[in-house]
């Protein structure tokens, strides 16, 4: 039993992980571009003076008394001024578009979308002044779906004066989003479907100061998908009824219509079905929202209206969260399973799944992290309806506008699409969705508390720096902009990656013979440097980069050198040895953060091991070696490669405490105490050395404070205290 269940959960965290769906199809659009292409005028008016009704654009229009609009689409839109005033100026005529004979045949939960603007101050009348949309499906009768009225609280006594806003209760106030001079779209359901359908927009507009326009009527099928729609939160309450609750959020970039879908209570222990709630049908009061707007909310309540609602949670739910009143015998609590399902015969568990919970959820609350597909439960009080619980960025915005940033430690944050990261930022955990790229900008850093989960691709521009405190899987790409086309000392600076993905995403230098821009170095009798061969074969050898390793580096030109693999979150023990011609090792920094020489050089095991308590780094500027101590520190950045040397073969140690956010200081040093700098030059090379004072050191070798030159390779021309 327990196997089958594993089977069932599997299978659905797949399809939400699988699905990155529309869940609407526009297959209607009428945008007026063309005159008199298909719909007409009722009425056939035009313009009189200020006063009109009519197909239109900025330059073309009448005088508008008031108002200028934009955010049309195209060069045309339909727009009225006191239409009851042309001609006649009876004060009877309504200015009306229809729309007839759309083939809806084969669609189902339909939706009608289109713009409309009003300039504010428009002295829309609240018994006088209308907007109003409606639909004919086979010529059964007009039906309104919309309508936008004289918001009451922009009015003056006398109930003139006001602006329009979208009538969301259908009770002649305008009481949603109000109307502005930039076309807006909204969005209404169309309850049944049929072969073909009409569409009637009608205006009645009665004094000179008031104007509105429409654009863009596009019609939809737009059924919820497998993926895009997900139950976030259930919440159960012992406070009663009024305080139940559960979510819906749409993770899709168009209008989902539940017109035809159906929210199923099921046994958790049995699965059996306990109770069918058929949207657009069973609700008990007039809250019967049955949309989810992109990347927004629906929730769902057990039989309270709106007002019944906020007042309950004492809150006031967002105008862009969509509300249904459910039923009561919506029974949230008692660790209920849900199941969301589209089509089908009403009040039937049937039709065409969607979301389903699995488990019982909503003993008291529980929300469902998308990313993971795990329920988490927390308490009654921490309910939060058109809320989620993390950060989500999807859609090009993050969810209920809550970015990621310096302050949100303690937040989880999922991307389900693209990102560029450009401030320093924290989080408990970072989620990166199946195919998307989250991208850390230069000087950008990046911490995370928990774990970090890619499943698509995390890429540190040349600059920034990443510290994960937890488990890191997924694919980072490290990039490290290299100035010349000289020779670097470089590290890799993260898990997996092997000379063969080196080779080809990189353009390296070529060199006599077959050699490549990769080389390695040997302390044993022999060249010190061996370089990597072209191999012209299709197929070229595996050789795994040991973690903690330096090579060199040489681009064929000045650009990014770039790995792939997956972070370091533990400690990196580096082999090193005794070689038979010195005892140099090239190791390098395997973090994707910076790490200190003076941590390193004061590390137990490092201590013990080492024969001299010194790094030695390759200075471009001088074109050589330069030594960096206890004394002389240095943040060793993130893709560096420096050597040691050895007093017996061992480990040389990283520990991931070691890790910190500095700024970029590829191969740059800086130090806080006073010395002397001495130079000298013989007109071709440059070669430089530290004098420091400080208190407690001798006029002999002091490990730790005074470094030998580097020997690892020949040098005609030094200069060094003694």
Request: charged share 15%; net charge negative; hydrophobic share 35%.
């Amino acid at each position: 039993m327990k196997q089958n269940y594993l089977k069932k959960y599997l299978y659905l965290f797949t399809l939400l992980l699988a699905y990155s769906v529309h869940s609407q199809s526009i297959f209607y659009t009428q945008s007026f571009e063309t005159e008199s292409s298909g719909y007409s005028f009722t009425n056939n008016y035009g313009k009189d003076d200020e006063d009109f009704f009519e197909r239109t654009d900025i330059a073309g229009a009448p005088a508008q008394a008031v108002f200028t609009y934009s955010g049309y689409d195209g060069n045309f839109f339909i727009a009225g001024e006191d239409i009851d005033s042309i001609e006649d100026g009876n004060g009877s005529k309504l200015g009306e578009v229809l729309i007839p004979g759309i083939d809806i045949s084969g669609q189902s939960a339909l939706t009608l979308t289109a713009a409309f603007a009003s300039g504010t101050d428009q002295d829309i009348d609240e018994v006088n002044d209308y907007i109003w949309i409606e639909v004919n499906i086979d010529n059964t009768g007009w039906t309104e779906i919309g309508r936008f009225e004289a918001d009451p609280n922009t009015t003056a006594a006398d109930a003139t004066g006001g602006q329009f806003a979208e009538d969301t209760t259908g009770n002649g106030h305008g009481d949603g989003t109000a109307l502005t001079g930039t076309f807006t779209d909204f969005t209404w359901p169309i309850v049944g479907t049929g072969s073909s359908m009409d569409v009637k927009i009608t205006m009645k507009l009665n004094s000179g100061n008031e104007e509105a326009a429409f654009d863009n009527v596009r019609i939809s099928s737009a059924f919820p998908t497998a993926g895009s729609v997900i139950i976030t939160e259930v919440l159960d309450s012992s406070e009663g009824a009024s305080y139940e609750y559960l979510e819906l959020f749409n993770n899709s970039s168009e209008t989902v219509n539940l017109s035809t879908s159906k929210l199923i209570r099921l046994d958790a222990s049995t699965g059996n079905s306990q109770y069918v709630f058929d949207f657009g049908t069973d609700e008990t009061n007039s809250s019967n929202d049955v949309l989810i707007p992109a990347y927004g909310f629906l929730i769902i309540a057990r039989g309270s209206d709106r007002a019944a609602f906020n007042t309950a949670k004492n809150i006031t739910l967002p105008s862009g969260v969509n509300f249904n009143g459910g039923h009561t015998n919506l029974y949230f609590g008692t660790g209920r399973r849900w199941s969301l399902k589209t089509g089908g015969t009403p009040n039937t568990n049937d039709g065409t799944l969607i979301d389903d919970t699995l488990v019982g959820v909503g003993s008291t609350k529980d929300y469902r992290n998308i990313f993971t597909n795990a329920f988490v439960t927390g308490s009654t009080s921490e309910g939060t309806p058109g809320t989620l619980e993390y950060l989500l960025y999807t859609g090009g915005a993050w969810v209920n506008a809550a970015a990621m940033d310096a302050t949100t430690g303690t937040k989880d944050v999922y991307f389900y699409d693209d990102y560029s990261i450009s401030a320093n930022a924290i989080a408990n955990t970072i989620g990166i969705n199946t195919g998307k790229t989250v991208t850390a900008n230069t000087a950008t850093q990046i911490t995370v508390n928990g774990d970090l989960t890619v499943n698509g691709n995390f890429t540190l521009n040349s600059g920034a720096s990443l510290i994960v405190d937890g488990s890191s899987t997924g694919n980072i790409s490290f990039k490290k902009t290299l100035d010349t086309d000289n020779w670097y000392l470089m590290s890799v600076p993260v898990s997996g990656e092997d000379l063969s993905n080196i080779q080809t995403n990189n353009s390296l230098a070529s060199g006599s013979g077959q050699n490549r821009g990769i080389s390695f170095y040997s302390n044993n009798t022999g060249a010190p440097w061996s370089y990597v061969q072209f191999d012209p074969s299709p197929v070229i050898p595996l050789r795994p980069i040991v973690d903690g390793q330096g090579i060199g580096i040489k681009l064929a030109s000045p650009g990014d050198f770039i790995v792939h693999g997956s972070a370091h979150t533990a400690d990196v023990n580096t082999p090193v040895t005794v070689g038979t011609r010195d005892d140099f090792n090239l190791v390098g920094n395997p973090y994707l953060a910076s790490v200190s020489v003076s941590e390193l050089l004061n590390e137990t095991n490092n201590v013990n091991l080492l024969d001299e308590l010194t790094i030695w780094l390759w200075d471009q500027a001088q074109d050589s070696y330069v030594q960096k101590n206890l004394v002389d520190d240095l943040e060793v950045a993130p893709g560096q490669g420096f050597f040691v040397k050895t007093g017996g073969d061992g480990n040389f140690s990283f520990k991931k405490d070691m890790q910190s956010h500095a700024a970029d200081n590829f191969q740059k040093g800086s130090s806080n105490l006073t010395e002397i700098n001495l130079t000298i030059t013989d007109g071709t090379e440059r070669r430089s050395t530290d004098v420091f004072y400080i208190e407690g050191a001798t006029t002999g070798w002091d490990n730790g404070y005074d470094s030998s030159i580097f020997d690892g390779i020949e040098n005609s021309f030094q200069l060094y205290t003694q």
